[in-house]
């Protein structure tokens, strides 16, 4: 009896060991990924709190290097022609120049941004570009210049405003002159006309 108990736990004794190493690398597989998973939440959520922490952009700093002289307004029928004039005030040639506006629409009170080149797009010391736009006035109640890129920078260009040319006055409403034939007096009926000469007669 003894060498036949022997005998199976012998046998069993291989199944028992891999059955085991089995369980040990499946335990040791699901606290691996447990870990992995943790890692990568933890990581995630310390990229969102350093990103929340993240001072804004801040708007670039340093002396000018162009001047802005926004004009007016200019409607033309259903139409409004809005442009300014930008002039390179900097001992640097500035190349492929585009402006930002900021269109506030009439409805709603949105925003809305329109990026557009400067014409001619790259300028040098002391020469002028122009910038033009053309929409619909019973769409937007204003527009202002918010921004100047360059593509040669990585960073917005410093730029001043100023009044440009300003909107020509509106020409006053034309008078119609009515012309009434006089009435012809009837026979027997005398003409009066209130003069100094011949007063008004009160009753």
């Known amino acids: 009896m003894d060498s036949i108990h022997l005998e199976t736990e012998a046998r069993r004794s291989p199944l028992t060991l891999i059955a085991a190493v089995i369980c040990a690398l499946a335990i040791t597989g699901g606290l691996f990924a447990g870990y992995m998973y943790l890692r990568r ?3 995630e959520n310390e990229l969102a709190r350093q990103q929340a922490q993240a001072p804004p952009a801040s708007k670039p700093t340093g002396p000018p290097l162009l001047q802005v002289y926004e004009d007016d307004a200019l409607i033309k029928g259903s139409q409004a022609l809005i442009g ?6 900097s001992a640097e040639s500035l190349t492929d120049l585009t402006v ?5 629409q ?5 925003k809305e941004t329109r990026s557009l080149p400067v014409t001619p797009k790259d300028l040098t010391p002391q020469q002028q570009g122009r910038y033009t736009l053309t929409v619909l006035s019973r769409d937007y109640s204003y527009a202002r210049l918010v921004r100047i890129k360059s593509s040669a ?3 917005d260009i ?9 909107r020509p006055p509106e020409p006053p409403p ?3 002159t009515v012309m009434v034939p006089r009435p012809t007096p009837r026979k027997g009926e005398e003409e009066f006309i209130n003069t100094p000469d011949k007063p008004a007669k009160v009753p």
């Open 41 to 43: 939440r933890h990581a």
């Open 84 to 89: 300014g004039t930008i002039v390179n005030i």
């Open 100 to 104: 930002e506006l900021e269109l506030h």
């Open 106 to 110: 009439r409805k709603g009170g949105n």
């Open 153 to 155: 920078r990585a960073t």
């Open 158 to 166: 410093v730029f001043k405003s100023a009044q440009g040319a300003q």
């Open 174 to 176: 034309q008078s119609k």
